[in-house]
């Protein structure tokens, strides 16, 4: 990351140079910080799929996401194109927060987005709706 500079100069086929070309400014930048658009809110899916707004100068990026109640590492996936990921491991009932980084071409990280939170619920309890009446078995 920062900003360079770089000259070039040629040489004849006796080894005689003309000279320096005048500087070419250049600067290298992480890439700016995605927006994670889902999961919001609380869902019994505990598959989600993690979508976001793709970051200029991005080329892969990494994906981190905590249990909001202890911080402890629920999910952490790096190195994938594309704006989604669907989970393919199953996470339990609980609250998460999901941040998101992008990785320019030449690997430089960016910063971390700003947290999602999101709510895995666990399945309803299902109601008995038979046997009906007497039965004889």
Request: aromatic letters at 12%; zero cysteines; a neutral charge.
């Amino acid at each position: 990351l920062g900003s360079y500079q770089a000259w070039v100069r040629s040489f004849d086929a006796a080894g005689e140079t003309r000279g320096w070309t005048t500087a070419y400014h250049f600067a290298i930048i992480a890439p700016i910080a995605p927006t994670v658009s889902s999961p919001t809110g609380a869902s019994t899916n505990n598959l989600p799929t993690f979508s976001w707004y793709a970051s200029t100068g991005a080329v892969t990026y990494e994906l981190y996401v905590g249990n909001s109640a202890d911080g402890a590492l629920a999910l952490r996936v790096a190195n994938f194109a594309g704006t989604s990921y669907a989970a393919t491991t199953a996470l339990p009932a609980g609250s998460y927060t999901a941040w998101l980084r992008a990785m320019n071409n030449s690997g430089e990280q960016g910063a971390w987005s700003v947290g999602t939170n999101f709510t895995i619920l666990p399945p309803a309890i299902p109601a008995i709706t038979g046997p009906l009446g007497a039965q004889n078995t």
